[in-house]
C-alpha cells in the first residue's frame, strides 16, 4: 500500500529564517506530487505540483520554492520566510482510478512564523 | 470561476444523531466530487468519491449524495459518534487529468456527548 510521510510535524520559525519540509511517498513510482497550504478558516490553497524529477509547476507567485530531487521526494522551501508563511502544510500524491482521480494527503506540517 | 460553497460553517450536535452538510458548486466541467474528513491537525482523508453519472455513495455510516443538474451535493451522517468531530471537506475536480482541484472551506463538527 502506498504511505506519504511528512517531516517535521511542527515547526516554529523566526521571520526571515530558512525552510525546508519534506514529503516523500512510498508503495508508488512516478507519482504527481503536490504541495498545498491551509490556512486557518480557509480553502486548502494548491502551492506547488509535480509530474515528475525536476518538473515543478508554482500555482502561486510567492516566496515559497519546490524541488523534486527524486521521483518519490517533494521538498517545500523558502530562503526567507514571512510571518504570512504560516499555516498548516500538506503533501499530497494523486492516483488514477476507475472513477478518476483521488489526491491522498500527508499528516501535514504545522509551521508557525514569529 | 470556479468555485465551491459549503454550510453551514460550523455544526454542534449531540451524539447519536444525524446531521447533513451541503455542498453547492460551479465548477465546469465537472469530472467528480469527493468528500474529504480532516481531523484537528491531520491532512484530509477521503470519504466518497462521485462521478456525474452517480447520486449516491455510501461508506459506513456517511453517505453522499449529488445532483449533477443543480449542482449540489451532500453528505449525511448517521447515528453520529464522538469521532466525527472534524472539518468536512467537498472537493470538485475540473475535467479528467486536470491538476487544479477547487476545495471548499470545509465544515466544522462538532459531535457532543
Known amino acids: 500500500s502506498q504511505t506519504i510521510h511528512q517531516w517535521p510535524a511542527t515547526l516554529v520559525q523566526p521571520v526571515g529564517s530558512p525552510l525546508s519540509l519534506e514529503c516523500t511517498v512510498e508503495?508508488?513510482?512516478?507519482?504527481?506530487l503536490y504541495w498545498y497550504r491551509q490556512a486557518a478558516g480557509r480553502g486548502l490553497q494548491l502551492l506547488f505540483y509535480?509530474?515528475?524529477?525536476?518538473?515543478i509547476s508554482s500555482e502561486v507567485p510567492q516566496n515559497l520554492s519546490a524541488s523534486r530531487p527524486q521521483d518519490r521526494q517533494f521538498i517545500l522551501s523558502s530562503k526567507k520566510l514571512l510571518l504570512s508563511d504560516s499555516g498548516f502544510y500538506l503533501c499530497?500524491?494523486?492516483?488514477?482510478?476507475?472513477?478518476?482521480?483521488?489526491?491522498?494527503f500527508g499528516p501535514g506540517t504545522r509551521l508557525l512564523v514569529l | 470561476k470556479n468555485q465551491v460553497e459549503q454550510s453551514p460553517q460550523s455544526l454542534i450536535i449531540l451524539e447519536g444523531k444525524n446531521c447533513t452538510l451541503q455542498?453547492?458548486?460551479?465548477?465546469?466541467?465537472?469530472?467528480?466530487l469527493r468528500w474529504y474528513k480532516q481531523d484537528t491537525g491531520r491532512g484530509p482523508v477521503s470519504l466518497t468519491i462521485?462521478?456525474?453519472?452517480?447520486n449516491t455513495k455510501s461508506n459506513g455510516r456517511y453517505t453522499a449524495t449529488l445532483d449533477a443538474d443543480t449542482k449540489q451535493s451532500s453528505l449525511h451522517i448517521t447515528a453520529s459518534q464522538l469521532s466525527d468531530s472534524a472539518s468536512y471537506i467537498c472537493?470538485?475536480?475540473?475535467?479528467?487529468?486536470?491538476?487544479?482541484?477547487?476545495f471548499g472551506t470545509g465544515t466544522r463538527l462538532t459531535i457532543i456527548p
Open positions: 499530497a500524491w494523486r492516483e488514477f482510478g476507475l472513477v478518476g482521480e483521488t489526491q491522498y
Open positions: 508503495g508508488t513510482s512516478n507519482p504527481n
Open positions: 509535480s509530474v515528475g524529477i525536476g518538473q
Open positions: 455542498c453547492n458548486y460551479t465548477v465546469s466541467p465537472f469530472s467528480n
Open positions: 462521485m462521478t456525474f453519472s452517480e
Open positions: 472537493v470538485v475536480s475540473a475535467g479528467f487529468g486536470n491538476e487544479k482541484l477547487t
